[in-house]
C-alpha cells in the first residue's frame, strides 16, 4: 500500500520529506519522513484531504497538535511542528520513536517479569501526571498507544503516544465552540471508565480507570 501512497516521496511545506506509510486512522494517514534541514527522522501526521472541509475535524486536529504541545516530559511524545502545506494539507510532525507498542509486546512476550510492569507502568503513569498538570487528559489510553524502545543503554523507555482525542480541561475556553456533542462518546471501549461510556464530563480520574485496565492486562494476560 505504501509503494501507491500518493505521498511518498511528497515534500511537506519545503521541510518533510515523505519515506513511507507506517500507519493509517479515520482522521488520515501517518509517515515516517525526513526532516530535510536537520537530517532527522520524524513522524508526519496528515489529515485527510477529504476532511479538510469539516470544521469540527480540522479544530480536533488542531487541538491534538495543541493537546500535545503542551507536554514537556520524557515520556510524552513530542510536537516538533504545525501547520499547512502550500496545497492545504495539514500535518503534525512529531518525535520519530524507534521500539515496539505495548500491545505487540504483550502479545508476544507475555508474561512479563514483575520488575518490567513496575518499569513501564511507572513512566506511563509519570507522562500522565504531567498531562494532568497541564490541564490535558488523554482519553484513548491503551497498549497501543504505549511505545516502548530501548534507549541509550536503558532497557524499556516508554513514550506515551497519540493526544488525537486529548481534552484540554483548564476551562479557558480558548478551543472555541465545543468538538464534541453532548452525550457523544469517543475512545476505545475495552479502557474506558463508566462514566466515558456514558458520555459524561471526565477528569484525571478516568484516565487512572484506564491504567487499571492495562495493568490488569499486563500481569494477568
Same mark, same amino acid.
Given at each position: 500500500?505504501? !509503494?501507491?501512497?500518493?505521498?511518498? +516521496?511528497?515534500?511537506?511545506?519545503?521541510?518533510?520529506?515523505?519515506?513511507?506509510?507506517?500507519?493509517?486512522? +479515520?482522521?488520515?494517514?501517518?509517515?515516517?519522513?525526513?526532516?530535510?534541514? #536537520?537530517?532527522?527522522?520524524?513522524?508526519?501526521?496528515?489529515?485527510?484531504?477529504? #476532511?479538510? @472541509?469539516? =470544521?469540527?475535524?480540522?479544530?480536533?486536529?488542531?487541538? =491534538?497538535?495543541? !493537546?500535545?504541545?503542551?507536554?514537556?516530559?520524557?515520556? @510524552?511524545? @513530542?510536537? #516538533? &511542528?504545525? +501547520?499547512?502545506?502550500? &496545497?492545504?494539507?495539514?500535518?503534525?510532525?512529531?518525535?520519530?520513536?524507534?521500539?515496539? &507498542?505495548?500491545?505487540?509486546?504483550? @502479545?508476544? =512476550?507475555?508474561?512479563?517479569?514483575?520488575?518490567?510492569?513496575?518499569?513501564?507502568?511507572?513512566?506511563?503513569?509519570?507522562? #500522565?501526571? &504531567?498531562a494532568h498538570s497541564a490541564s490535558v487528559i488523554h482519553r484513548d489510553l491503551k497498549p497501543e498507544n504505549i511505545m516502548v524502545e530501548q534507549r541509550r543503554g536503558e532497557a524499556d523507555f516508554v513514550k506515551v503516544l497519540d493526544f488525537g482525542i486529548a481534552k484540554i480541561v483548564d476551562g479557558s475556553n480558548d478551543d472555541g465552540p465545543?468538538?464534541?456533542?453532548? +452525550?457523544?462518546?469517543?475512545?476505545?471501549?475495552?479502557?474506558?471508565?463508566?462514566?466515558?461510556?456514558?458520555?459524561?464530563?471526565?477528569?484525571?480520574?478516568?484516565?487512572?480507570?484506564?491504567?487499571?485496565?492495562?495493568?490488569?492486562?499486563?500481569?494477568?494476560?
Amino acid at each position: 500500500m505504501a !509503494a501507491t501512497d500518493e505521498n511518498i +516521496g511528497k515534500t511537506f511545506a519545503n521541510k518533510y520529506l515523505v519515506e513511507q506509510m507506517i500507519g493509517e486512522g +479515520g482522521m488520515g494517514k501517518v509517515y515516517k519522513a525526513n526532516q530535510i534541514a #536537520l537530517d532527522k527522522p520524524v513522524v508526519l501526521k496528515v489529515l485527510r484531504p477529504a #476532511l479538510l @472541509s469539516d =470544521e469540527r475535524t480540522v479544530a480536533r486536529f488542531q487541538r =491534538e497538535a495543541k !493537546a500535545a504541545s503542551r507536554l514537556n516530559h520524557p515520556n @510524552s511524545i @513530542s510536537v #516538533l &511542528d504545525f +501547520g499547512q502545506a502550500a &496545497d492545504g494539507a495539514m500535518y503534525i510532525a512529531m518525535e520519530y520513536v524507534q521500539g515496539k &507498542d505495548l500491545h505487540h509486546i504483550l @502479545s508476544r =512476550e507475555w508474561p512479563l517479569p514483575e520488575a518490567r510492569v513496575i518499569r513501564v507502568m511507572s513512566q506511563v503513569l509519570s507522562a #500522565l501526571a &504531567d498531562a494532568h498538570s497541564a490541564s490535558v487528559i488523554h482519553r484513548d489510553l491503551k497498549p497501543e498507544n504505549i511505545m516502548v524502545e530501548q534507549r541509550r543503554g536503558e532497557a524499556d523507555f516508554v513514550k506515551v503516544l497519540d493526544f488525537g482525542i486529548a481534552k484540554i480541561v483548564d476551562g479557558s475556553n480558548d478551543d472555541g465552540p465545543s468538538l464534541t456533542r453532548a +452525550g457523544f462518546v469517543c475512545g476505545t471501549p475495552e479502557y474506558m471508565s463508566p462514566e466515558q461510556a456514558r458520555g459524561a464530563q471526565l477528569d484525571h480520574r478516568s484516565e487512572l480507570y484506564a491504567v487499571g485496565v492495562i495493568l490488569c492486562q499486563v500481569t494477568s494476560g
